[in-house]
Structures are given as C-alpha cells and as structure tokens.
C-alpha cells in the first residue's frame, strides 16, 4: 500500500525558511516512472501545484514561486524535501505531497497534509 | 502557464439529479492530460478520474469525464449523498501544472 505523510513545523515566523519532508512507503524514487509533488491550499481557497521531482532527479517548479522553492529527494530514506524561502503571512496553508506515477500521470495518492501558518 | 477556469463556482442539486462541471483551459491540452480530483471538508484530495475520461480504480461509475483540446467536463450521472464536495480539474500537458479554482457541489 502506497502512503505519504507530510511533516514539519506548524509555525513559522515571516521572513523565515520552511522546510517540509514527505516520507512516503510502498514505492521507491529510484523506480523509473516516480515522481513525487508539493501541492498548497490556503484556508478557504484552490489547490495551488507547487514543484515536483522525479526518479532521475529532474526538477520542475511553480512559475510563481521558483525562485523561493528547492525541491530535494533521498532515496535511502524515502523521502522528498520542500524549501521554501522568505516566509510570507500569504503563505500560510496546508501543504501536501502526492505521488505520480507515468502510468496515470495524474497525482495518485496523497498525503493527508500539514498545516503551516505563518505569524510572528 | 495554462490557466483553468471551472464552472460553475458552486452549485446546489439534489439526490438523483445529474451534475456538470466544466473546466475550461486557456490553451489546448494534448493528449487530454487532464485530471479531475474531490475533496471533502478537511480532507485531501482524493483522484477522480485521469486522461480526461478514465476513472480511477474504486470511483464510482456514475463519475465520468469527458472533452478535449480546451473544453473537459465532469459528470455525475446521479447524485448521492457522499458527493457533496469540492471538485478540481488539474492539467499536466505542460509544467508548471495547475489546478482549476474549483466547484463545490452541495445537495
């Protein structure tokens, strides 16, 4: 069975650095076809796609928010890495990350996300 | 970036009846690479329906998709209690990927 679980702090200060792991089980990033993605939905509002990762390393990110975003991967330990720079009060939300695969190309199984707000 | 614009916004039907969405993309989408996704209150997403047309193992048959090119449309042929929800389109033709604002259908 394929699960994700997103984790990392709860509150941040603006200006900040996020850091957010997704650990996922029942799939590997080393397996050609993975691919795994950060998606954020602020209180009351639209899913907003962030970055995604895949198996071979390639790296794609929001048009929007790429100069703030670095997306990382560590295959030994299952897991993918989000940052995100300069922390704003906007980007409080609820953060998620979701596997694709290039069977369904869409976004398959997802983690059941983590809150982030952003106050001082 | 391809910008999706669903519609309606909300909606409110009742038991039995049939619901459309649709969503509408500012450029073409090849290959219908488009996906549809519900959320519940509180919950994350859950995948609907994949290439514009195929559903995902488990969902209901009375989910369906269908369209192409700039035009997709989400179906449900009877509406049951348990579809009261968000509902989300999503294009992954080209990066970045972006999702629709959403409709939540209420009964």
């Known amino acids: 069975r394929v699960t994700l679980r997103e984790s990392g702090p709860a509150l941040v200060k603006p200006t900040q650095t996020l850091t957010l792991t997704c650990t996922f089980s029942?799939?590997?990033?080393?397996?050609?076809?993975?691919?795994v993605n950060w998606i954020r939905q602020p209180p009351g509002k639209a899913l907003e796609w962030l970055a995604r990762i895949d198996w071979d390393d390639d790296k794609y990110y929001s048009t929007s928010l790429k100069t703030r975003l670095t997306i990382s991967k560590d295959t030994s330990k299952n897991q993918v890495v989000l940052t995100m720079t300069n922390m704003d009060p906007v980007d409080t939300a609820t953060y998620y990350c979701a596997r694709s695969t290039t069977v369904t190309m869409d976004m398959d199984v997802w983690g059941e996300g983590t809150t982030v707000t952003v106050s001082s | 970036d391809i910008q999706l614009t669903q519609s309606p916004s909300s909606l409110s039907a009742s038991l039995g009846d049939r619901v459309t969405i649709t969503c509408r993309a500012s450029?073409?989408?090849?290959?219908?690479?488009l996906a549809w996704y519900q959320q519940k209150p509180e919950k994350a997403p859950e995948p609907l329906i994949y290439?514009?047309?195929t559903l995902q193992s488990g969902v209901p048959t009375r989910f369906s998709g269908s369209g192409s090119g700039k035009e997709f449309t989400l179906t449900i042929s009877s509406l049951q209690p348990e579809d009261s929800a968000t509902y989300y389109c999503q294009q992954y033709n080209s990066y970045p990927f972006t999702f629709g604002g959403g409709t939540k259908v209420e009964i």
């Open positions: 029942g799939f590997s990033l080393s397996t050609s076809g993975m691919s």
């Open positions: 290439a514009a047309s």
């Open positions: 450029q073409g989408i090849g290959s219908s690479w």
